[in-house]
Nanobody
Framework: QAQLVESGGGLVQAGGSLRLSCAASGRTFSNYAMGWFRQAPGKEREFVAA????????NYADSVKGRFTISRDNAKNTVYLQMNSLKPEDTAVYYC???????????????????WGQGTQVTVSS
């Protein structure tokens, strides 16, 4: 069964860093474009970053550009989100997602992704 499992979330002070990991299993996720989304309480799920199957192309939300970096290790079936210079407004549940219909689309819409993890909480204190 296809599964995405996020880890690495936690509580950090503003200005700090965290690295999220998303371990994939059950399907050939190395062939899929992957993305990270986040959802804060009372808000809609929003796009954070995405990466093509090979890692050759990435896309970022304006709010995280220059602070977050998405990467992947297909040998380990794992996607990462390195988050630096964290701000209180980055507080949210972070979700990993896979787009099984495309290797190259670094889409920003959650509806384009058909596999989702359970999420990991990131809390940034001021």
């Amino acid at each position: 069964q296809a599964q995405l499992v996020e880890s690495g979330g936690g509580l950090v002070q503003a200005g700090g860093s965290l690295r999220l990991s998303c371990a994939a299993s059950g399907r050939t996720f190395s062939n899929y474009a992957m993305g990270w989304f986040r959802q804060a309480p009372g808000k809609e799920r929003e796009f954070v970053a995405a990466i093509t199957w090979s890692g050759s192309s990435t896309n970022y939300a304006d709010s995280v550009k220059g602070r977050f970096t998405i990467s992947r290790d297909n040998a380990k079936n794992t996607v990462y989100l390195q988050m630096n210079s964290l701000k209180p407004e980055d507080t949210a549940v972070y979700y990993c997602a896979a787009d099984s219909t495309s290797r190259l689309r670094v889409g920003v819409f959650p509806t384009k992704y058909d596999y989702w993890g359970q999420g990991t909480q990131v809390t940034v204190s001021s």
